[in-house]
Antibody, heavy 121, light 107 residues
């Protein structure tokens, strides 16, 4: 059974870089059928796709965040990571990692449980 | 970006009711429309993809339809576990965008 697990600091200071990791178990991150993505949800609000990455290193980012986002894949550890720089209070959210299934119509079919990140000094 | 608009934003219904949620895209997205269910404090769960294909393990009381710009999610007979927030998501083009959500509450 595929499982994804986010980890990282729950509190980040303004202007610093948010860093999260998603460990994947039950599937190879090198699968040709999938990208691996990050989605966030501010408190009481809807879902925002941040970006996705392929095992080869190819990436696709939301233009609204593109200048601050880096998503990378580590095939040796079967995990992928998110870095979001120059954070502000507006980046406070629950961050989810998810499998981005290409051949399933480009959907997010498996999700981590989410991790709360608060931006505050 | 393609804008996704759901209606209604909230809905009250009773057990056994048939309910329909609508999602409209700002431009044609063919059938590249997915539906998710989210319960409080939990991650979203994929229900339907490519407008009408039921994800494995999802009860058959959930059905999706539509193409182009207009889509619907129908729950044929509401069960207690169906009270949640539902999101549509277009997967036609990047950036992949979600609707604002429809909160389904017990009447």
């Amino acid at each position: 059974q595929l499982q994804l697990q986010e980890s990282g600091p729950g509190l980040v200071k303004p202007s610093e870089t948010l860093s999260l990791t998603c460990i994947v178990s039950g599937d190879s991150i090198s699968s040709s059928s999938n990208y691996w993505g990050w989605i966030r949800q501010p408190p009481g609000k809807g879902l925002e796709w941040i970006g996705s990455a392929y095992y080869s290193g190819s990436t696709d980012y939301n233009p609204s965040l593109k200048s601050r986002v880096t998503i990378s894949v580590d095939t040796s550890k079967n995990q992928f990571s998110l870095k979001l720089s120059s954070v502000t209070a507006a980046d406070t959210a629950v961050y989810y990692c998810a499998r981005h299934s290409i051949f399933g119509g480009n959907n997010f079919d498996y999700w981590g449980q989410g991790t709360q990140v608060t931006v505050s000094s | 970006d393609i804008q996704m608009t759901q209606s209604p934003s909230s809905l009250s219904a009773s057990l056994g009711d048939r309910v329909t949620i609508t999602c409209r895209a700002s431009q044609s997205i063919s059938s590249y429309l997915n539906w998710y269910q989210q319960k409080p404090g939990k991650a979203p769960k994929l229900l339907i993809y490519v407008a009408s294909i039921l994800q494995s393990g999802v009860p058959s009381r959930f059905t999706g339809s539509g193409s182009g710009t207009d889509f619907t999610l129908t729950i044929s007979s509401l069960q207690p576990e169906d009270f949640a927030t539902y999101y549509c998501q277009q997967s036609y083009s990047s950036p992949y965008t979600f609707g604002q959500g429809t909160k389904l509450e017990i009447k």
